[in-house]
């Protein structure tokens, strides 16, 4: 088996992505794992470059309030 | 561990600075230098007293502020040293072996009394552990640059220095939260740095392309098999959101590092490496 798996690089490699993969394969399959990204704490600063839908919708309320400010004028 | 083997992999770690000394050291005193020369002309297009203004307003604005709290506003001046850190590990990891191997030393340094092991190890550990020291030193060299130069203008213009000696702190806070940061994308990444070491150790040419090419082509070979995307899943899960490994207080280490996607990255990425490991026994 061992001399099988290292006869040459490409056995190697192909062993190695065997492996990869049917880990990988396997923890998808118990865990039932989609793309996600984890959502830790962080109170400084606000970027999630998956949320593009919440970074329009932020800028939407942003420019909005620009606008109604603009409306009243300067006091 | 004995001390013989500290020393052996001290001077494996050495060979690794020594040979990579642009990757090290050059690319952010580049870096650190353009933002120096970037922030002198910029200084110089502003009047004497606006300047004295602005560092007044700075001084009041960190004046009594805990350094710790200010310290994630002053990682963003990293933004260009993690962003050059990060091409240049992704150059050092897809060439390293690969070099080795083109030039022979791989030869000559399988003659000494080192494992291949211990080779790779000090490869991975060099450019996630090391790397970051030399580019939080070199921070901290264009940071001193620049308080000297507050310092100075400062006093010229008669400004209350406390609120910089605070700026100062938290500057100094920001670097450890740099090189946290820094250690923890590379354990988040292993899975990436052992997908290239991998091919590095692999390719008799063009070892990137071959490191993007097997990456796709084992991605549709999961869909045509399995009819699943779970490696397209992982690599969408542990690149497309840099909050999740970059550190901005120091309460929130411990998650970073000891959640589930982390530790089973690690388990991938071990597996990856275990395979550079033996693929480095091929010499030609």
């Known amino acids: 088996m061992k001399d099988l798996i290292l006869r040459n690089r490409y056995t190697l490699l192909v062993v190695t992505l065997i492996v990869y993969m049917g880990v990988l394969v396997t923890e998808g399959m118990i865990t039932g794992r ?42 | 561990m004995d001390k013989f083997a500290v020393l052996q992999f001290y001077a494996l770690l050495k060979r690794e600075v020594l040979e990579h000394r642009n990757i090290f050291i050059g690319a952010p005193v580049v870096v650190a230098l353009l933002l120096l020369v970037a922030t002198i002309w910029v200084a110089m297009q502003i009047d004497q007293s606006q300047l004295a203004e602005g560092l007044l307003f700075v001084s009041v604005l960190f004046d009594g502020l805990s350094p710790f709290d200010m310290a994630p506003f002053i990682m963003l001046l990293a933004i260009p040293f993690y962003l050059t850190l990060y091409v240049c590990s992704v150059i050092y990891l897809i060439n390293t072996l690969y070099q080795d191997r083109k030039e022979m030393s791989v030869l000559f340094w399988q003659s000494m009394p080192v494992s291949n092991l211990q080779t790779v190890l000090s490869k991975i550990v060099a450019i996630v552990l090391v790397a970051p020291i030399f580019y939080v030193l070199i921070i901290f060299a264009m940071y001193l640059i620049a308080m000297v130069w507050l310092t100075i203008l400062g006093i010229s213009n008669d400004v209350d220095l406390v609120g910089i000696g605070y700026l100062f702190l938290a500057a100094i806070a920001s670097l450890v939260l740099i090189y946290i940061s820094a250690v923890v994308t590379g354990l988040w990444l292993l899975p990436s740095v052992g997908w ?16 993007a090419g097997v990456l796709i ?42 959640n589930y996607d982390t530790l089973f990255g690690i388990v991938v990425g071990s597996i990856l490496i275990a395979g550079a490991v033996f693929m480095r026994r091929f010499t030609d």
């Open chain 2, 196 to 211: 290239l070491l991998l091919f590095s150790a692999f390719a008799k040419k063009t070892p990137l392309l071959w490191a």
């Open chain 2, 217 to 258: 082509l084992v991605g549709f070979l999961e869909d045509f098999i399995f009819g699943t995307q779970f490696l397209a899943n992982w690599v969408a899960s542990q690149t497309s959101d840099p909050n999740q490994y970059l550190i901005f207080e120091f309460q929130s280490v411990f998650e970073r590092v000891f």
């Open chain 1, 34 to 75: 989609k793309a996600r990204v984890i959502e830790f704490e962080n109170p400084y600063f606000d970027f999630n470059s998956t949320d593009f839908e919440g970074f329009r919708e932020r800028r939407n309320v942003n420019e909005n309030i620009r606008a109604e400010f603009d409306d009243t004028g300067d006091v």
